[in-house]
């Protein structure tokens, strides 16, 4: 009498996944594959991926074309390819939304900022460059594909909203890839794709406060989740924190809000919206995301308080 044995499933279905040191930060990839090998391969393919949109949108990379654009465009209108233009123009549309709270052109300002090094723009450089932030500085041509800054000293820094387009680019690398349950996550902005088979995703906000600890965990499938906090990348002088945040309206560190985090469809629009939260504070931010149906947020004050937009439900700890 022989036993046969017929798996449904190959033996080696399982969970597979990495992280790496990417676009200033560290992109992680983990997702569910019948066959490990080839879920591995996927999983370099989204690295892959981050790693060209880090070549074409970083401006620590003096060859990146946004570089280009920041040395040329208030001499002459400069093409920046399809794909860029598309998010500076997305950027422009949050601009508008928040009234200026995110604002690509902060960069005149934060280019000063060194926070590895200690390096703040002293009071007189602050009041000159903050006069350069002004998203309408910037005038694109959708036709010739072009970017211009209306002004010499213009600098535009996509940082506040480049992360969530990785996440979604690499989001769209698993589905085309047949992957059905997944995490793409870069610095503080994830996209999950599916469930964690069966269960949803728990995504934790971290506490600002307490390295390592989480302040409170959401459950969550389908969705994209950002948060901005004054913890990434800061230095302290006296009392002072100076982050990485700026509210464009002072050319300074936004105060008054500790982390925010938003949450909806899309990673490009939450890791927008949640810079802009952060530098609009409590009030302000949260009556934005009362006016976007899909999106929800959740606030850390100063004082270490939870605020939760409207449409949520407190999560259960
Ligand atoms: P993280 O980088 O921690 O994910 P955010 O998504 O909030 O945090 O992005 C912060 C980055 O956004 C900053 O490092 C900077 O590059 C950029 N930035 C800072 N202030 C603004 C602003 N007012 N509008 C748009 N981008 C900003
Ligand atoms: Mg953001």
């Known amino acids: 009498m022989v036993a046969l044995f017929v798996f449904s499933i190959p033996a080696y279905a399982e969970w597979v996944g990495d992280a790496r040191p990417l676009?200033?930060?560290?992109?992680?990839?983990?997702?569910?594959?019948?066959d490990a090998a080839v879920g591995r391969e996927i999983v370099d393919k989204v690295f892959a991926e981050a790693a060209r949109i880090d070549r074409l949108m970083s401006t620590y990379k003096e060859d990146s074309?946004?570089?280009?654009?920041?040395?040329?465009?208030?001499?002459?209108p400069?093409?920046?390819?399809?794909?860029?233009?598309?998010?500076?123009?997305?950027?422009?549309?949050?601009?508008?939304?928040?009234r200026g709270a995110f604002d690509i052109t902060y960069d005149s300002v934060g280019q000063h900022y060194d926070?590895?090094?200690?390096?703040?723009?002293?009071?007189a450089t602050v009041a000159a460059e903050r006069e350069l932030i002004d998203f309408r500085f910037v005038e694109l041509d959708q036709a010739a594909g072009t970017v211009a800054f209306r002004e010499e000293g213009v600098?535009?820094?996509?940082?506040?909203?480049?992360?969530?387009?990785?996440?979604?680019?690499?989001?769209?690398?698993?589905r085309m890839n047949g992957v059905r349950h997944g995490i793409v996550t870069a610095g503080g902005d994830s996209r999950l794709l599916g469930d964690r088979r069966g269960q949803p995703w728990m995504v934790g906000i971290r506490d600002p406060?307490?390295?390592?600890?989480?302040?409170?965990?959401?459950?969550?499938?389908?969705e994209a989740i950002?948060?901005?906090?004054?913890?990434?990348?800061?230095?302290?002088?006296?009392?002072?924190?100076y982050h990485h945040i700026i509210k464009p309206s002072t050319g300074k560190p936004a105060g008054g809000v500790h982390s925010a985090t938003v949450f909806g469809p899309d990673a490009v629009?939450?890791?927008?919206?949640?810079?802009?939260?952060?530098v609009l504070g409590v009030d302000q931010g949260l009556r934005l995301i009362a006016t976007l149906p899909d999106y929800e947020s959740i606030v850390i004050d100063a004082e270490g308080r939870i605020f939760y937009s409207d449409g949520l439900q407190s999560p259960s700890p």
């Open 155 to 174: 600098r535009i820094n996509l940082g506040g909203i480049a992360k969530g387009y990785v996440v979604e680019r690499g989001v769209s690398i698993l």
């Open 65 to 76: 074309r946004i570089s280009e654009i920041n040395r040329n465009a208030a001499a002459e």
């Open 209 to 222: 406060r307490v390295d390592g600890e989480v302040a409170i965990s959401v459950p969550l499938e389908d």
């Open 226 to 241: 950002s948060t901005s906090g004054d913890y990434e990348r800061y230095f302290e002088e006296g009392d002072t924190r």
């Open 269 to 278: 629009i939450t890791d927008a919206l949640s810079t802009s939260v952060f």
């Open 23 to 34: 676009m200033g930060t560290e992109v992680s990839v983990r997702l569910w594959h019948e």
């Open 78 to 98: 400069v093409v920046a390819g399809d794909e860029l233009f598309q998010l500076i123009r997305r950027s422009q549309d949050i601009s508008v939304l928040t």
């Open 115 to 123: 926070f590895r090094n200690r390096q703040r723009p002293d009071e």
